[in-house]
């Protein structure tokens, strides 16, 4: 077996096909809870997401409808109730799902081990083929990793998705207009943001390179084989005067970083702040001139924070799962 360059090549398998790679793979080994707990998950977190949206602007209709005590007290532990039955249930699923993830992730170790005894012999000389193997161990080698973070990414995805549908059809009765103007503001927002936020990582070797003479001096200076020629030779202030310059690179490259991030929130409030102030406005209006109560007024104004949110959510989500799916390829 031939071992190819694996890095200029493009990925074999697609987000989708890794990730249903995983799904038959946990049903192969008789895992299918961890299947059925991520759509009970997926669910709760739904539910969760629908009654903290609408808690709120149903007990204040009740209150602005002149309901009774009674009445409004029903409604304020009815809510209160689900919220925390939902909550409990979800803590309880989530605390149980972990073992049955670890079952499936060991799978794949086994899939490597096996395929790692079975390689042909020249292989093991192969320096291409030893860097595939300790990156694939590395890709099973915790819960973080993706053959088993994987999980919680789809559950995530799946949920705000469904979510961002809901919220949608719930903006749509109130202005489409309005939805398209949260719907752009969003996502400049966020590809503003994912850009900027890369700029540490294409620019990571420079940081690299800093550290690494920082680890030279360092240890060059604590060694007790150099220990005589650094004082025969007077090299302390030199040494001192490559560490100094060396932290004032670094110094330099975090700030500049910190400038970049700076930027990206700054960005991302002045989208806000227009996003959110166009809402306030149309909604304001709506109520002003009595086509909306107080009550549709705060849920629709808690849809329009909520959308952007699931927005962010689902690009985030995407990127998280294009990461691991890379790592499963």
């Given at each position: ?22 799904i ?7 895992e ?77 170790i ?117 220990a ?16 100094d310059k ?30 959110n ?8 209006g ?44």
């Amino acid at each position: 077996m031939k071992v190819r360059n694996q890095s200029k090549k493009k990925p074999k398998y697609n987000m989708f096909q890794n990730s249903w790679f995983m799904i038959k793979l946990a049903w192969k080994q008789k895992e299918k809870k961890v299947i059925f707990t991520a759509i009970l998950l997926v669910l709760l977190g739904v539910a969760l997401n629908l009654i903290n949206l609408y808690i709120a602007p149903t007990i204040l209709k009740a209150i602005e409808t002149g309901a009774s005590f009674t009445t409004l007290i029903t409604t304020i532990l009815v809510f209160v109730s689900a919220l925390a039955l939902t909550y409990a249930f979800n803590a309880y699923v989530s605390a149980n799902v972990l073992y049955g993830r670890i079952s499936v992730r060991t799978e794949v170790i086994a899939m490597l081990n096996n395929k790692a005894c079975r390689t042909s012999y020249p292989n093991l000389e192969n320096e291409e083929f030893y860097k595939l193997t300790q990156q694939a161990s590395i890709y099973c080698s915790s819960n973080n990793e993706a053959t088993e973070a994987i999980w919680n990414t789809l559950i995530q995805l799946l949920m705000n998705v469904i979510c961002f549908v809901f919220y949608t059809g719930l903006l749509l009765m109130v202005k489409p207009i309005m939805l398209i103007v949260i719907l752009v503001t969003t996502l400049i927002g966020f590809f503003i943001n994912n850009y900027l936020s890369e700029y540490k990582y294409k620019h990571k070797e420079i940081e690299a390179e800093e550290d690494k003479k920082l680890n030279y001096i360092d240890g060059v200076s604590r060694s007790i084989n150099y220990a005589k020629d650094i004082r025969i030779f007077g090299l302390r202030s030199w040494l001192t005067e490559l560490h100094d310059k060396s932290m004032d690179a670094l110094r330099a490259f975090n700030s500049k970083v910190a400038g970049v991030y700076l930027w990206a929130r700054i960005a991302d409030l002045i989208l806000a702040f227009l996003r959110n102030a166009l809402a306030y406005v149309y909604l304001i209006g709506l109520v002003v001139n009595n086509k909306i109560s107080v009550a549709e007024f705060l849920l629709y104004f808690s849809a329009v924070e909520g959308f952007s949110t699931l927005v962010t959510g689902v690009m985030t989500q995407l990127n998280i799962l294009k990461k691991q799916s890379l790592d499963i390829s």
